[in-house]
């Protein structure tokens, strides 16, 4: 089994240097980061649990849910998160709430009695009643994919990404527009997209318009049938 020396010889650095890369200490520059965790990767090193996880002071878990695991945006999310945490010797514990509010207040509830040392979080309506809660057990919690009004966020500019497909189907040539979008999810997508075609003299026909449940997206993704039908619709 390797060492964390083999790996500081892989990666032709100091072994403080790996551990600080392991610790994601700020002041490691990205190719030093990178170069170790690329000797990592090749010698299959694995970081030992620090001996404050090992007095119980620290779990090493990071909880993570999300809505489902079919939306292959959210696999995608959930393969970087296990790659950083490995990096820095964490285990991931992954659930998910299928956007059903009283599963995800279970799930949270759940994660934190199993003892998690932070929270990454997709959640439901259910993060305002929660709020408070979570921010009581002092455990960090970073939403992500959305804005959070409570927690640290990270999300894409959807005003940005929306105006960019409009724009697209504008200068192809395209005269009629529509959407199929989740009701409560995509609405400032929605807008975005709709007034860069109206500004451009061009109209979103009403019949063109579907507006689906929260969550019934992948649903709908995971029955082509379904889904041929409303594109059919848009036709």
């Known amino acids: 089994m ?15 240097t790996v551990s600080r890369v392991l610790n994601n200490h700020p002041g490691v520059i990205p190719e030093t980061r990178q ?15 620090s001996a404050v996880q090992l007095n119980g002071k620290c779990s090493g878990l990071i909880g993570v849910v999300l809505p489902n695991l079919v939306n292959p945006h959210f696999c995608e ?40 040392d932070s929270l990454l979080w997709v959640p439901t ?41 409009a724009a697209h189907f504008i200068h192809t040539g395209h005269t009629a527009f529509g959407f199929i979008a989740q009701e409560g999810v995509d609405n400032r997508k929605v807008s975005a997209y709709s007034k860069k075609i109206t500004g451009h003299g061009l109209q979103l026909a009403l019949a063109h318009q579907f507006w689906i449940g929260k969550g019934e997206g992948e649903k709908t993704s995971g029955h082509i049938h379904n889904l041929d039908v409303i594109i059919d619709k848009l036709k």
């Open 35 to 49: 170069a170790v965790r690329d000797a990592m990767d090749f010698l299959c090193y694995v970081p030992m649990k």
């Open 77 to 116: 999310l959930l393969a970087t998160f296990e790659e950083e945490a490995r990096y820095i010797g964490k285990s991931v514990i992954v659930k998910t709430h299928q956007n059903q509010p009283q599963q995800d207040k279970h799930t949270i509830h759940s994660l934190i009695g199993m003892g998690i």
């Open 125 to 165: 309506d259910a993060e305002a009643e929660l709020s408070e809660w979570l921010s009581a057990t002092k455990i960090p919690v970073a939403v992500v994919t959305q804005v959070s009004r409570f927690f640290h966020s990270v999300s894409i500019n959807q005003t940005k990404g929306a105006e960019s497909i």
């Open 2 to 16: 390797a060492s964390l020396k083999d790996v500081a010889k892989k990666a032709g650095v100091s072994t403080a």
